[in-house]
């Protein structure tokens, strides 16, 4: 049997990448004003998954303060890339536009202030790479709505998805036509204090 490191837990929080400090200040925003930012792991996830498919157009739903929105845009902006990211809360949407544009990434990251589920169906464009991170309840509604602006081999990443009201849309992309999917169930340091599950998901097929 291999031998695994003692604290695993620990031993990888200490392996996380430094961050600057427009990320450290909103890590700390998030911690004192109870923001559920996606945090380091998955901000870093996110950027190596983006910047290794070479994602173009890139669609975020749900921005907070814009935390996991800088990670997308300093993917994919070398390349000349966009995020288009959606907030429906306007003091939210105008937070993440500050920090955004301290990021230096005013031209990259267009924050869309609106009601997802009311928005995607009049985008009117394709992208090939969706992060989704809303309220878990509206996770299935938005799969349905993601599914027609997806370019194929678009990916796909959920979080959350251990939580209760992922439910529905675990059971929706698990048996969709369009998606291929897995679910990875693990303990992400700095990110939950639950083992809150993570989609991943690749538009393989048209409907
Ligand atoms: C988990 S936070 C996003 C965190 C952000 N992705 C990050 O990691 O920095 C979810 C955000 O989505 C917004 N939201 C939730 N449901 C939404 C919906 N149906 N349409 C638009 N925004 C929504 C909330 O106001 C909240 O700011």
Not at 17 to 41: H, M
Not at 118 to 137: A, C, N, R, S, W
Not at 141 to 156: D, E, I, R, W
Not at 176 to 186: C, N, R
Request: negative net charge; charged residues 20%; hydrophobic residues 45%.
């Amino acid at each position: 049997m291999a031998n695994i490191v003692n604290n695993p837990e620990v031993y990888f929080s200490g392996l996380i990448p430094e961050r600057d400090e427009i990320l450290k200040q909103l890590e700390y925003e998030a911690e004192k004003e109870n923001i559920p930012i996606a945090g380091p792991v998955v901000g870093q996830l996110l950027f190596v998954l983006a910047r290794a498919k070479g994602a173009g157009n890139i669609l975020e739903l749900g921005t907070a303060t814009g935390y996991s929105a800088i990670y997308l845009g300093r993917a994919c902006a070398p390349a000349g890339g966009r995020v288009t990211t959606i907030e429906n809360d306007p003091e939210m949407a105008a937070r993440a536009i500050k920090n955004i544009s301290r990021a230096g990434l005013g031209k990259t990251v267009s924050v869309i202030e609106s009601e997802v589920l009311q928005t995607l169906p009049g985008l009117g464009e394709l992208f090939d790479f969706v992060f989704m991170d809303i309220e878990k309840k509206d996770y299935n509604k938005a799969l349905s709505l993601v599914t027609p602006v997806s370019k194929p081999g678009c990916l796909l990443i959920a979080d959350n998805t251990a939580f209760a009201d992922a439910v529905e849309f675990n059971q929706a992309i698990s048996h969709s036509q369009a998606w291929d999917s897995v679910q990875l169930f693990s303990y992400i340091p700095m990110h939950s204090a639950l083992n809150d599950g993570l989609c991943f998901g690749v538009r393989t097929r048209q409907l």
